[in-house]
């Protein structure tokens, strides 16, 4: 996977989201790749190692490459000592929540992230899924996610989704 220095980062903005916990995700400018999504581990006051979780996301995102289920994985970012403490992933153009109406299409996001042998091991909620400005979705937020092939498992996922919608 490419890597791109944390001081190659320009233009750096923090994205607003309306979510109760902390989050490191910034829209952001690197050479080679123009604008981009720049998800940043951080390290947190809470019980979780970010930078375990950030592995765990990149994992997945390998995992799903060619598979259309999330935005383009694009290079981890690592520090001066070459240790990751980020990821690059496509700037999704007009991202929005899914509506009612998508329900569908984000099932199929989550069966074609169960296919690459996922599990997503988070609570499933309508703001881990995003609406482009064409009417694709995509799935994010995989740092919960798991390796499994376990068909029942992936069954409890979609009914669990379909039941927030």
Known sequence: MPTVKEGDIK???LIEMDRPEPHT???????????VFYKEAFAGNGPEDQYELLGNEV???????????G????????????KPVGF???????????GRGDLDKCVEKLEAFHEAGLL???DLKRDQFVKDKDGDI???????AQASND?????????KLRKVF
């Open 11 to 13: 233009d750096k903005k």
């Open 25 to 35: 995700v910034y829209k952001a400018e690197v050479e080679g790749f123009g604008k």
């Open 151 to 159: 068909k029942a498992q992936m069954k409890r996922e979609v009914a």
């Open 88 to 98: 690059l992933a496509k700037l999704i153009k007009g991202a929005s929540e899914p």
């Open 59 to 69: 994992e997945s995102y390998r995992m799903t490459v060619g598979k259309s289920v």
């Open 71 to 82: 935005p383009e994985f694009l290079a981890i970012i690592v520090d001066d000592k070459k």
């Open 120 to 122: 997503y091991g988070n």
């Open 138 to 144: 995509w799935l994010i937020d995989y740092e919960y």
